[in-house]
Structure formats: C-alpha cells, structure tokens
C-alpha cells in the first residue's frame, strides 16, 4: 500500500468514528405504530424445532420466528433423517402458512357441487351442523354409513382416528395415497415374513444398483439417500462408489449414474433374476451369506432355468454383454446393493419384480451387512393393499351405502379416475372436507372444516424410512393461527365429546395437544426428568432421537415362500392403436400435487427439462421426428381412457418408446396458483389391464400422440434441450 493511500483511508476512519460518535446510541428510522406483543423482542429472532409434512418423509425442521412471523425453514441438524438438510419442497411450507387462497373459516355450500359458491359459517355452527350428520345415522342405527378418508396415517393421529371410527360404529376406515409403498410392504413380506420397508444403507456401499428407484427425487426418503448418495460418492478419501441405473427414462436420479441401462417398461424384474443367474452361474455368489441364510445355490440356480442371458437380453430390449457386465461387476464388488423404487413398482407386475431385486441381493450377499439392506426399524407398518380398500369403499359409495363421507386430503385430485372415485363420491349425500384450500375435493364438499397448516399444528411425524433407529418427530405450534381454523383431531374430539356415551368415554381429552403428550410421553422411555420437563425438552430437540435397533431383527429369506415369478407385464391398450407406452411419476416440486397452490415451487425449474409453471410430455427425438413434433408443440395424449393436451419437450433420455408426464398439476381448485395449470396425467390411467384384476398399475397404460399445433406455449428457464443433448445420450 502507498503512504499516500494510507493516510487517506486513516483520514476517511477517523472522521467516521467521529460522525457516529455524535449520534444517539438507540436511533429509531421507523418507529413501531403498535407495540410488538409481550414476549416479543423487536429484531431478535428465535427458532423452533418441528416436523416436516410435506411429504411422507418426515424431516426434521427448525423453524426461525422474528416479531411473532414464521420466516425462514431450515433442516434440524439433530434428526437423523435428513440431519440438517431440507428440501424445497419443505423450504416452501412457509408459503403455506401465509397463503392468501387458504380457507380463513368454516364454510357451507350454497350452490351446486363443484361451483365453488360457499357462505361463511362460524364454528359453533359447522360443529352443529357436523354433530347433526352424525347423530342422525347413530340414530337410525346406521352408524356403519360413516365412512372416513385419509392420507396413510402413523402416530397418535392413526390412535385418534382408529379411536374415532371404532366407538362410532363404522369399520369403513381408509388410509390412502397415490405412492404410498404398499408394494414394497407386500413384496417384503412375501420374500421375508415381515411388512417393514428397507433401509438402504448407500453411504456405505461401494456399488449401487438402482431398478427404478428414483431416490434422489421422490422415493421413500429423498433428503436421507440424496445425502446418504454424496456421502458414498465424495464422503470416502480413497473410495468413490459405481453408481448404474436401470429404467427406460433418465431420471434425474438417472443423470447421476456412471452407466444407464434403458430396459424395456415392465422388464425390470426378468433383469433382475437373469444378473442372479449369471452370478449363481458363475459362482460369484457369497457362499457364506446363502449358507447363513439356509439357501443352496443349486437350487436356487435350477429355479432360474427360464432366465438365460439370450433370452433376458431380448425381454428387456438390451445387449447381453452390458447385462452380464452389471451383474460381474455386482457381485465382485463389495459391499453393494440393489434398490428398487416406484418405476418398476407401478407395472402389473411390480410386487413380483420388486421381490426379484430382493432375491439379487440375497443371492449377492447384501442383507443384513454394512452398504447393503437392513429392515427399516423406525419405519412404521402400514398397510400394503390400500388399493384393494379404495375399491371396495367406491363399491360402497356406489351402491349408495355411505350417507356421511368426511376427507382429510384431496383424493379427487389423487385418485386415477378409472377407479370409479368421482363418480361414486358423487352420489354421497353428505361431504365434509377439512382442507385448508379450495382443492378440488373441498369443490365437492357440503361443509368445508379448514385445518390449520402444518406451521400452526400438534404432531408427531414418524419418518417412513430413512432410519435403521426409531424416530419420532414432533410437530408444535410456531406461531398464533393466522385465520380462524382449527386441527383436524381437534375437531374430532370435540365432535365425540358432543355425540357423549361410549364416544366421549373413548375419546376423553379436552384437545389434542393433551392425547399427544399422552402418547409420546408412552413411546419414550423413561428419564430422571419428570414428565412436563421431558415433554418440554422433546420439544426444544424436535422429537425423539434416541432409539437404537433391535438386535436380532433381521432378513431372512422365507425358504417356503414362491419363487419371483415377475412374468410378462402386461398394459391396457392395443398396441396398434396405442404405440407408445406412458410412464407418469412424480413432481420433483409438487411431489403427488399437495405442493401445487405454492407459487415458490410452481416458478422452481425443473430439474431435467427446467419447465416452470406448466405440465409437458417427455418424448425421445427420434419418435418426435417420426410424428412430426417439434420443440414445445401442443400435442394430443391419449389412451383407451381419455386424452389431455400439453406441450412438448424433447427428450433425449427416454426410450423411443416411451412418454413420459410428471404428476401433481391440473387442478379445478387450490387457489391462483395452481388452478388450471397444466394437466392431470391421471386421468389417462387404466387400473384394469387385459385379463388381470384392478392394480395401481400407473405405468401400464399405452397412449398415442397427435401433434396439433406449433403453439404450446411451453415456458423454460434453462437450453430448450434440458441438460443433456442427443448427440450426448444414444439408446
């Protein structure tokens, strides 16, 4: 520095040292026209643990508080789960709670259903009115007429409900979402006598095998295994994990492979058990994990007759080299693992393909070992045919046997139309709906009872995966309710309370917040601390972290099960008319559409293909060409069960022979964000393919495409080709 430089900025120093030592100490610019209220420090900011629900996943967040507003979500660095890291979609909660579009009260229709015309009512008469419903069927002995609906439900809410609906007299009980796991449960029973999901341990696995697991977006715990897959990627000095993808798009999980594998839809699970021949074969298996697991390799190899590598190759559309190289290098590196995931699950034969994976990683020797597959014991078991009892509540609905429906969710938004839910919902005399939003279910509803947002509620949140330990997160209030809504449990219990008898005697606590503390304070084990202080410090760490897992709790496969038999997938439509096969999976940002009415996360570009506020149609460029569709052209998609309109965008990460439609658009209701943007891939779905009874098969439906006009009007942020360019990707 020079000296000349240096006196100059000594100079401008000290005079304003001078200039600030002149001014009062506590100057106020803008002083408060109201004062804050008590307990508030002006500027000061504090943060509160919680849970995330935006998703099944069940996040840890900390939420941070100035002058009595929620402004910022973070990841709680204490929850094992996503340990500090957050998602955007959880990032987006705040907008939420603060939502312009939300339902601010209690609300009766005043005109045909779907209008969306509505009158403000108070809470002493939606409870009136609500109470009415249900004494009048009490009353006529027809108290099995009360059917209840919801999203998969865990915790003291699945206590309150089940509490709720049995007391009452009502057995018509559904827990039920578009992606909940209900195969992966089916599947793991089958293989090894117990429903609890997987925990994948990839940070430590040195070769990852992926079927169609999309775990960096969407599957079972996006935050946990997007960090557990930089952990084995960049976490390890000497180590870098393989990484390969199988499944016929390129996922942004996909783009993250060292090798993609584009198979045939459906052909995931012959895949599968052709690698275990070739291992088995080529005696390549871990001969001390079958013998732990009481399994010949003989026998297992003489089941796998039908799986040679000719033929695999042909079934799955790839070369019979890249396959036996997969499986070499699979089984020679250790410790590996193969997961599956919602793209090989959602085909008619997705319980059976997912049980052939399982068999690779016995025959492998992934289970039970560091970087291979552990029971998830924090999981919860939930049920694994929802589907089944969505159908036979619609077979209710349809038959006019459920007078009084109440729904927490929007399952009209959710459910494929094919099922019969709209129209069978339809002929249900009485609807009450406790959503937040005018959702497309609150359009049908006769009493809409608002909940509060996930930022104003009680909760404990047990993570679906993601953890080898229990976990038990807990929700809290942040702040006051915005507008005036109350808890969905709470109304409950204030309806039982008002219906009295056996109900009430069921069901005895003033608020939910006090059931809660109840079962919490049951679940975790006892502490020097008495309970309102453990109750007080569970709620300043966000839950309870401390449990370990249960020794002696793991795979063993069931010797006298069936064999995987994943067979031929089978799709609904003719090939001729419907060339092209339709694979729909979720939004990176609006996940199975509960994010949508979030302008945060419908301006958030997506991944692979940077659209933004819009829904698009995958296509390869080759079939493009072939039907003369250009970039962002307005086509038509249509299978045997309807036809949507929506732009293009071409991509070269699918095979010829696919389509490809992200879910969670197209909604009649939700607010200004989300209503009537983009489409609901939905309702092109078949849930009955030829010859099979009704599956969520959401990936087996055929479609063809008509190009209609250069106008799409497709909007994205980043090259018109996404990330990757054809001359980069060859199928």
Not at 423 to 450: C, G, H, N, W, Y
Not at 473 to 480: D, H, I, N, R, Y
């Amino acid at each position: 520095m020079k000296r000349r430089t240096f006196l100059q900025i000594g100079s401008m120093t000290a005079a304003a040292a001078l200039i600030s030592g002149c001014q009062s100490a506590n100057e106020k610019l803008i002083p408060y026209l109201v004062p804050p209220d008590e307990g508030v420090t002006p500027g000061l900011a504090t943060w509160y643990a919680s849970s995330c629900r935006s998703c099944p996943a069940g996040c840890g967040i900390l939420v941070r508080i100035s002058e009595g507003r929620a402004k910022k979500i973070e990841g709680n660095p204490e929850h094992p789960v996503n340990r500090g890291r957050l998602c955007a979609r959880g990032q987006a909660a705040l907008q939420e709670l603060y939502h312009p579009d939300r339902v601010p009260q209690p609300m009766k229709r005043s005109g045909p259903r779907g209008s969306g015309q509505f009158a403000k009512i108070s809470w002493a008469e939606a409870l009136k009115i609500l109470t009415g419903q249900l004494n009048a069927l009490k009353t006529a002995k027809q108290a099995d007429r009360l059917a209840l609906m919801t999203p998969q439900l865990r915790g003291s809410l699945a206590t309150l409900t089940s509490g709720f609906m049995r007391s009452f007299g009502s057995p018509h009980q559904l827990s039920y979402e578009l992606l909940a796991p209900d195969w992966l449960r089916a599947a793991t029973r089958m293989s090894f006598g117990q429903p609890s999901l997987p925990f994948y341990d990839v940070a430590e696995t040195h070769y990852l095998l992926s079927f169609g697991a999309e775990f960096v977006e969407n599957d079972l715990s996006p935050v946990h295994y997007g960090n557990a897959f930089g952990r084995m990627r960049q976490g390890r000095d000497t180590v870098r994990g393989h990484f390969t993808y199988i499944g016929p798009r390129l996922s942004l999980t996909g783009a993250s492979a060292d090798r993609w594998l584009p198979a045939n839809p459906g052909s995931e699970g012959t895949l599968a058990l052709g690698m275990a021949r070739v291992i088995l074969a080529e005696n390549l298996f871990d001969k001390g994990a079958l013998a732990e697991q009481g399994t010949s390799p003989q026998q297992l190899l003489s089941r796998l007759d039908a799986y040679q590598l000719p033929q695999v190759a042909r079934e799955c559309g790839l070369s019979e080299r890249a396959i036996a190289e997969v499986a070499r290098e699979f089984a020679s590196t250790h410790p590996a693992l193969a997961m599956v995931g919602d793209t090989v699950a959602f085909q008619s034969n997705g319980i059976e393909a997912a049980r052939a994976v399982q068999f690779l990683n016995l025959v492998a020797g992934n289970l039970n070992r560091p970087g291979g597959v552990y029971p998830d014991q924090g999981a919860p078991e939930g049920p694994d045919k929802s589907f089944s009892d969505l159908l036979a509540l619609v077979e209710l609905m349809r038959g006019d046997r459920i007078s009084l429906a109440l729904i927490h969710g929007n399952p009209v938004h959710t459910v494929p139309a094919d099922t019969g839910f709209q129209a069978a919902l339809a002929r249900v005399p009485f609807i009450v709906s406790f959503s937040s939003f005018m959702d497309d279910t609150a359009l049908q509803a006769d009493l809409i009872l608002p909940d509060h947002s996930a930022l104003e509620s009680w909760g404990d949140v047990i993570p679906l995966a993601g953890s080898r330990q229990p976990v038990l997160g807990l929700m809290q209030p942040v702040v006051t309710p915005v507008y005036d809504t109350r808890q969905f449990p709470d109304v409950l219990l204030a309806a039982a309370s008002e219906l009295g008898g056996t109900m009430a005697g069921a069901l005895p606590y003033p608020s939910y917040s006090e059931l809660l503390k109840k079962e919490t304070l049951k679940r975790v084990p006892s502490s020097s601390a008495g309970g309102d202080l453990l109750w007080s410090l569970l709620l300043q760490k966000g839950g309870y972290f401390g449990g370990q897992p249960e020794k002696g709790k793991e795979y063993r496969w069931s010797q006298g099960g069936p064999f995987p038999n994943p067979g031929q997938p089978k799709f609904a439509g003719d090939s001729g008319k419907f060339p092209l096969h339709l694979q729909v999976y979720p939004s990176t940002a609006f996940y199975d559409g509960r994010g949508a009415m979030l302008p945060w996360l419908q301006q958030l570009p997506d991944p692979m293909s940077t659209v933004v506020w819009d829904s698009w149609l995958e296509i390869n460029p080759k079939t493009a060409a072939s039907l003369g569709i250009a970039f962002g052209d307005l086509v038509q998609v249509s299978s045997p069960r309807g036809s949507l309109k929506v732009p293009a965008f071409i991509h070269p990460g699918i095979r010829p022979d696919l389509v490809a439609m992200p879910i969670g658009q197209g909604h009649k209701g939700g607010g200004r964000w989300a209503k009537g943007i983009g489409v609901n891939p939905l309702e092109l779905l078949v849930v009955r393919q030829e010859g099979s009874e009704p599956t969520p098969s959401w990936n087996a439906t055929r479609v063809k495409v008509t190009r209609l006009s250069p106008d799409g009007q497709l909007v994205t942020v980043g090259h018109p080709e996404g990330s990757y360019r054809s001359d980069l990707i060859e199928i």
